[in-house]
């Protein structure tokens, strides 16, 4: 199976909102719609050309949101979505990777995330503590040094 991630063009969009709908993240769905989230880094993973799995982020340069110990500019991930139908196929950590490979040459050197209390976050955690991810002290953070994440085990550059 081949994977493809590339930057959400407007030919994905109605791809996309239908994939939000089917996993209940209606607000997403909505502010799809809205052109809210335009505003923030998109990455699609397509395989034959159809939309099975989102990555949206950010950077973050606000001195009020500094990490201690890693100071700002750092990117954030805010949600990872990938088809039911093709879960366990590496095509959420191909989404990371190429979003990591992105915001290291854009001169970030850590990424973070929240831990989502609020949903059944077990898979989510799993998923991001394999790819080298760890609490932050202090934080409610989860985060990783981008060079370890775009060099750990079981990773190869985008693309590949």
């Given at each position: 199976?081949?994977?493809?991630?590339?930057?959400?063009?407007?030919?994905h969009r109605?791809?996309l909102?239908?994939?939000?709908?089917?996993?209940?993240?209606?607000?997403?769905?909505?502010?799809?719609?809205q052109n809210?989230?335009?505003v923030?880094?998109?990455?699609v993973?397509l395989v034959?050309?159809?939309?099975?799995?989102?990555?949206?982020?950010?950077?973050?340069?606000?001195?009020d949101?500094?990490v201690?110990?890693f100071?700002?500019?750092w990117a954030?991930v805010?949600?990872?979505?990938?088809?039911?139908?093709?879960?366990?196929?590496?095509i959420a950590?191909?989404?990371?990777?190429?979003?990591?490979?992105d915001?290291?040459?854009?001169?970030?050197?850590?990424?973070v995330l929240?831990?989502?209390r609020?949903?059944d976050s077990?898979g989510?955690?799993?998923?991001?503590?394999?790819h080298g991810?760890?609490?932050?002290?202090?934080t409610?953070l989860?985060?990783?040094?981008?060079p370890?994440?775009?060099?750990?085990?079981?990773t190869?550059?985008?693309?590949?």
């Amino acid at each position: 199976m081949s994977i493809n991630v590339v930057r959400m063009a407007d030919a994905h969009r109605a791809e996309l909102h239908e994939l939000l709908l089917a996993e209940n993240w209606t607000q997403l769905a909505k502010e799809l719609q809205q052109n809210s989230l335009q505003v923030f880094t998109q990455y699609v993973a397509l395989v034959k050309g159809r939309v099975v799995g989102w990555l949206e982020g950010t950077a973050r340069y606000e001195a009020d949101a500094e990490v201690p110990g890693f100071p700002t500019p750092w990117a954030q991930v805010n949600y990872v979505l990938t088809h039911p139908a093709m879960r366990r196929r590496g095509i959420a950590g191909d989404l990371l990777r190429h979003f990591a490979h992105d915001e290291y040459s854009a001169g970030r050197r850590f990424m973070v995330l929240w831990h989502d209390r609020r949903e059944d976050s077990g898979g989510r955690l799993a998923f991001f503590t394999a790819h080298g991810f760890q609490p932050v002290s202090g934080t409610g953070l989860f985060g990783i040094d981008l060079p370890q994440l775009l060099t750990g085990p079981g990773t190869a550059p985008p693309g590949q």
